[in-house]
């Protein structure tokens, strides 16, 4: 039995530009300059602000906590001469996967790419949106390639 040959696979994540040493120095820091705002409203006697210094510290903690759990979920694109296939796995662990016949698939960008521009793959009346985590340049490289992707399978030898 021969395996179909693989003409792209690829992972698609969305960029998270902190690290989470930087998270850390960032929130040290954030900690830092509340807890110092903070003493010196205690010290001139408006001491019930002195909470308000930490709430903010943990609302911005949760915030950071919310993106990087919706940075966790990435896709997979695989395409074969039998199949693209795109599987996306959500920050919980839940799988979804599509398959289109390549032979029909459609891949569309608005060019210039936007910010609001959508990647979308679509075939027999089905449409799916893909890499709508990534940059406008990052969804137009992915584009790019699963286009040269598709035109490389399609003629490709039998």
Do not use: C
Request: proline letters at 6%; aromatic letters at 12%; charged letters at 20%.
């Amino acid at each position: 039995m021969n395996a179909s040959p693989v003409f792209l696979d690829a992972e698609l994540r969305p960029n998270r530009s902190l690290s989470p040493r930087g998270f850390r120095w960032l929130m040290g820091g954030l900690l830092a300059i509340s807890f110092v705002a903070g003493v010196v409203f205690v010290s001139i006697g408006a001491w019930p602000v002195f909470g308000f210094f930490g709430l903010d510290v943990l609302l911005i903690w949760l915030a950071f906590r919310a993106s990087y759990r919706s940075g966790a979920m990435f896709e997979y694109l695989k395409l074969t001469r039998d199949a693209l296939e795109v599987k996306r796995i959500h920050p919980s662990g839940r799988e979804q996967r599509w398959s289109f016949q390549p032979w029909w698939v459609r891949v569309s960008l608005p060019r210039p790419v936007e910010h609001e521009s959508q990647l979308s793959l679509s075939s027999h009346g089905r449409r799916l949106i893909v890499g709508a985590f990534l940059s406008p340049r990052e969804r137009g490289e992915v584009a790019d390639a699963l286009e040269d992707a598709l035109h490389r399978m399609r003629a490709a030898p039998a």
